[in-house]
């Protein structure tokens, strides 16, 4: 099995191989980064898993779609998962399924016209996966403000790289939020958990975990809830293998995002970020564990199920050397502006420190933002950020 992923995004699934769930697989997966297929003459038949749409480049993806298509064009004994020419960006994503009726909030372009938003919104990046860059912004004097402190030179971001996103209170009055994150391999849906937090930004350093919480999140990951939804949004999206991020309001699931290269098995090692399971209690271990438990397990059996041997002679791959070049330029563009925007984060953190204002009420480190902040919008639809 091959899976071809951006480099620097390769961890998702090179600790996968890395860690007991997956260890077992690790001379079954191959990673193979999209910047090395201009080097590759031949690609071996099998499986091939095409990932990481969301923060690849124009020309990446056309390197992509290329490659893709010249491995339909060859016949047997190939399994393809991820057409990168299907792809659709999160905000054609997001506006399909509000036309269809699936999702009651919607998201706009940043420099797109913005009159008919219904507040309060907040902002965050187009394709990447950063969560929200804002608080809950209640006007348009507000979203302005934001988009102009956004797009200075002090932060970094390109205002057609921003997507205003309407928010959807899914506490259902509660106070606790929650996403739930299920995993498509082929033709098998695998659920992994539940993440329930009391901010709106609902990350997993903030969840809760108590018995209440990790006994809904084992329930989930054994159970078949929002089945026809997760087969009928896969579908509408065209992923093969990804994960669906969503929360329910008023008992309607409501997608939040799709993530074709989803972390799996956890990040790399911190020293300043405990294994989760440290953080249970030792008597609510058992229920936290045996949902992961049971994740671990279909997802190796929904891999192995893909998995084709590679049987037959190679394919002869042939890639157009202008893509190839503005591939490697718009990579090169877009990996200093991720290290220039780290820099400008650690920058921001260090002042903070040094005057005393720190980092405990960001939901994001672009800018102070309160997650805690009063959520009770009535009837407005709008939409929370994962």
């Not at 329930?219 to 329910?248: M, P």
């Not at 893509?323 to 903070?352: C, G, I, K, W, Y």
Request: charged fraction near 25%.
């Amino acid at each position: 099995m091959f899976y071809l992923v951006n480099a620097h995004y390769a961890a998702t699934m090179s600790v996968y191989r890395t860690r007991q769930a997956g260890a077992a697989r690790a001379d079954q997966i191959h990673i193979l980064p999209y910047e090395q297929l201009p080097q590759q003459s031949r690609l071996s038949r099998g499986t091939w898993v095409f990932s990481d749409f969301e923060v690849s480049t124009e020309a990446g993806l056309c390197v992509a779609a290329s490659t893709y298509n010249q491995l339909v064009a060859a016949g047997p004994g190939l399994r393809l998962l991820n057409d990168p020419g299907a792809f659709q960006p999160r905000r054609q994503l997001l506006e399909r399924l509000h036309a269809d009726g699936l999702n009651r909030y919607r998201a706009f372009a940043a420099n797109g016209p913005l009159g008919d938003v219904r507040f309060p919104v907040f902002v965050r990046e187009e394709n990447a996966h950063t969560g929200s860059l804002t608080p809950l912004l209640h006007s348009p004097r507000d979203l302005r403000r934001a988009l102009r402190r956004l797009t200075s030179p002090l932060t970094g971001f390109e205002l057609h790289h921003l997507l205003v996103t309407e928010f959807c209170d899914t506490s259902n009055g509660t106070g606790v939020f929650r996403t739930y994150g299920a995993y498509r391999v082929g033709d098998r849906i695998i659920r992994k958990g539940v993440i329930s937090s009391d901010l709106w930004v609902t990350k997993s350093r903030h969840r809760i975990l108590d018995e209440q919480a990790l006994r809904l999140e084992r329930d989930y990951a054994l159970g078949d809830e929002h089945e026809a939804w997760l087969q009928r949004v896969f579908k509408l999206s065209g992923v093969e293998y990804g994960r669906v991020d969503y929360g329910v309001h008023d008992g309607r699931p409501q997608l939040w995002e799709i993530n074709t290269n989803p972390t799996v098995s956890g990040r790399k090692a911190r020293s300043d970020r405990p294994p989760l399971r440290l953080k249970i209690a030792a008597s609510l271990r058992p229920l936290f564990e045996a949902g992961r438990d049971r994740f671990h397990a279909h997802f190796g059996a929904a891999l192995d199920a893909i998995d084709l041997p590679a049987d037959g002679p190679p394919v002869e791959l042939r890639l157009d050397p202008e893509d190839v070049r503005a591939m490697r330029s718009q990579r090169t563009v877009a990996d200093r502006r991720r290290r220039n925007r780290r820099r400008l984060q650690r920058a921001r953190t260090a002042v903070r420190q040094l005057t005393g204002r720190g980092r405990s009420n960001e939901v994001n480190h672009w800018r102070i933002v309160d997650p805690r902040q009063p959520t009770s919008v009535g009837d407005t639809p709008s939409s929370s950020a994962t």
